[in-house]
C-alpha cells in the first residue's frame, strides 16, 4: 500500500500522472514536464515535497549533538533561522543521508531528510542520542507537517500574493533561512537552482494553501521536472548520486565535510584515512546518439566510471548527467559512454549546468 | 486514451497501420507516449534491414526513460520518419500522426493476426 501526501486527491484531480516514488504515490507530471522544468526557470512552479521529513530536536544540548552527528558544521549556524546543508556519516564515511537543519534557538533545531530515508534516519540519530545518555535532547518527528517547494523568479511574490501575511515574515530573509509564522514554516530554500521557498504547513491547510498558490499563477509541477531542475543545478539526489557505500569526498559534497577543525564527527577519522579516488563530475553529451542515464559506463583515459545521474536538459537542449570518474579526470576532457551498442563522446564539465535561468556550461 | 479504429496493436503498445501501397506504417500508441513523457530522441533502423517480429529495432528516449520499439510483424523497413530526428516532440503532439517507420511485411496477412483496438483497449484498461 503506498503512502500519500496530504495532497494526493489534489493532484488526481488535476490529472497527474503518479508514480510509486520510495513506497510514496506521487505526481512525477501533470502534463508536459519540460513546460513544467521552464516554468520553474521562468517564472514559478509548485512541488508537492510533503513526503519529505520533518524532525524537530528540541532540548539543550542540540547544538552539540549536531557537532557530533553531522559532517558540516553545524557552529556555521550563528542567527537564529539560518539552515545549513549537511550529509549524516557511518563510522567508515559512507553517507547515510543528506539534510537541512535550521537553527531556530539553542533548544530548537529542525531538521528535513529524505523521504526514502526518514525512518532510517531517526532510528541512526535515536541511537546516537541514546549512546550520550539521558539529558540529551529528544527527536520530534512531525508527521502532522506538510511541505510546498514554489520555485522560480516569481516564486516568492506569488507566496506573498497567495498567503496573506507571509510577504512581512519572510521578505528580509536572506538565501538558506527561514522563519516561523504561527503554524507556518518559511524557509528560502530548495532543489532547483532558482530562488523560492519551501513551506511547511499543518497537513490540514496544506489543500488550501496549494489552491491559493496555483490561483496566484503558480504551475504544478512533478517530480520529473524536480529531477531535471536539480540536475542541471548540480544538486545531488541521495542513493543515486551518493548512497551508504560512498564517501561525501567521491561524492562532490567535500564543501560540505568540514575535516579542518579540530571537532570530532562520526566518520571524520575514516574521511581522514581514505584519500578520494574518485570524483563527481559533470558531464554534457557532445555526439547525438541517446540521452545520458544513471549506469552508463564512461570510458575515460585514466580508467572507467559510472554516471549516477542523467538526463535530458530542458535548458541546454543537450543531455546532460553526473558521473562518478578518476579523479585525475578533468573539466574539459572528453569521456566516452557506453549507450546501447556505442560509444558517444562527452565532455567533462564542473557543475552547476544551470541555475537562474540561465544555462551556465556549453 | 485514443485507440483509433481502423489500427492495429501491439501489447508492446505499437500502433500498425496498413498502406495502400502494401506497405504497413508503425507508432507508438497515445498511451504510449503518455506513459513515457516528453520525447527527446528517437533512433531509427537502417532501410533495407530485415527484422523478425517481435525484433527490437529502434528506441525512443523521453526525459524519463529509454524504451524499445518492436517489430509487430517479420519484414523489411522500407522507410524512416524523417521528421523525428530534429522533432521528436511530434510523437507527443500527436501520436498516430507520428509514424517511426514503414516496413513491408514478409506475409501481407500477419498484420490481421495483431490485436484490434477493442483487444488493445482492453490491454491497457480503462484510461
Known amino acids: 500500500m503506498l503512502k500519500k501526501t496530504p495532497l494526493n486527491d489534489v493532484h488526481r484531480a488535476a490529472g497527474a500522472r503518479m508514480v510509486d516514488f520510495g513506497g510514496w504515490d506521487m505526481p512525477v507530471n501533470y502534463g508536459s514536464q519540460i513546460d513544467e522544468h521552464h516554468a520553474v526557470r521562468t517564472d514559478a512552479g509548485m512541488f508537492d515535497v510533503s513526503h519529505m521529513r520533518v524532525v524537530d530536536l528540541e532540548g539543550a544540548g542540540g547544538r552539540d549533538f549536531l557537532r557530533y552527528a553531522l559532517a558540516n558544521n553545524v557552529d556555521k549556524l550563528k542567527v537564529p533561522g539560518k539552515a545549513l546543508y549537511s550529509c549524516l556519516l557511518r563510522p567508515d564515511g559512507g553517507v547515510v543521508d543528506d539534510l537541512i537543519v535550521y537553527f531556530l534557538r539553542e533548544d530548537f533545531f529542525r531538521l528535513v531528510v529524505n523521504a526514502g530515508t526518514a525512518d532510517k534516519d531517526i532510528a541512526w540519530l535515536s541511537d546516537l542520542l541514546a549512546k550520550r545518555g539521558a539529558s540529551s535532547p529528544t527527536l520530534r518527528p512531525r508527521e502532522d507537517l506538510a511541505m510546498i517547494a514554489v520555485q522560480g523568479p516569481n516564486a516568492r511574490a506569488k507566496v506573498w500574493q497567495a498567503l496573506p501575511g507571509s510577504e512581512a515574515a519572510s521578505a528580509s530573509l536572506p538565501p538558506f533561512a527561514g522563519a516561523a509564522m504561527g503554524d507556518v514554516f518559511i524557509a528560502r530554500t530548495g532543489y532547483t537552482g532558482e530562488d523560492g521557498f519551501e513551506i511547511m504547513v499543518p497537513a490540514t491547510k496544506v489543500a488550501a494553501l496549494w489552491n491559493a498558490l496555483a490561483s496566484a499563477g503558480v504551475r504544478p ?57 574518485r570524483a563527481l563530475m559533470g558531464l554534457l553529451l557532445t555526439d547525438r546518439g541517446g540521452v545520458l542515464r544513471a549506469h552508463q559506463k564512461v570510458l575515460t583515459a585514466h580508467g572507467d566510471g559510472e554516471i549516477t545521474s542523467g538526463t535530458f536538459s530542458p535548458t541546454l537542449k543537450e543531455s546532460i548527467a553526473l558521473a562518478r570518474l578518476p579523479a585525475a579526470v578533468a573539466p574539459g576532457d572528453t569521456v566516452r559512454v557506453a549507450i546501447r551498442d556505442k560509444e558517444l563522446a562527452a565532455r567533462v564539465v564542473k557543475p552547476p549546468f544551470a541555475r537562474h535561468g540561465q544555462a551556465l556550461v556549453r | 486514451m485514443n485507440v483509433p479504429e481502423h489500427l492495429r496493436y501491439t501489447a508492446s503498445h505499437e500502433w500498425v497501420k496498413s498502406e495502400a501501397d502494401g506497405t504497413v506504417s508503425i507508432g507508438i500508441t497515445d498511451h504510449a507516449q503518455a506513459a513515457l513523457g516528453d520525447l527527446v530522441y528517437v533512433e531509427l533502423p537502417a532501410v533495407g534491414r530485415k527484422v523478425a517480429a517481435n525484433e527490437a529495432c529502434a ?28 522533432t521528436p516532440e511530434v510523437v507527443n503532439e500527436g501520436a498516430y500522426d507520428a509514424w517511426l517507420f514503414k516496413m513491408k511485411p514478409a506475409d501481407p496477412a500477419a498484420v490481421n493476426g495483431l490485436l484490434d483496438a477493442a483487444a488493445y483497449q482492453a490491454t491497457i484498461g480503462d484510461e
Open chain 1, 221 to 277: 509541477c512533478g517530480l520529473g521536472a524536480r529531477d531535471t531542475l536539480r540536475l542541471e543545478a548540480g544538486m545531488n539526489l541521495y542513493g543515486q548520486d551518493m548512497d551508504e557505500s560512498v564517501s561525501p569526498l567521491e561524492s562532490g559534497l567535500a564543501w560540505t565535510v568540514d575535516l579542518a577543525s579540530p571537532r570530532d564527527f562520526v566518520g571524520k577519522a575514516a574521511l581522514a584515512a581514505h584519500p578520494p579516488q
Open chain 2, 59 to 86: 528506441v525512443v528516449e523521453s526525459v524519463k526513460a529509454a524504451s524499445d520499439i518492436y517489430a509487430p510483424i517479420a519484414g523489411e523497413i522500407v522507410a524512416v520518419n524523417p521528421a523525428l530526428a530534429g
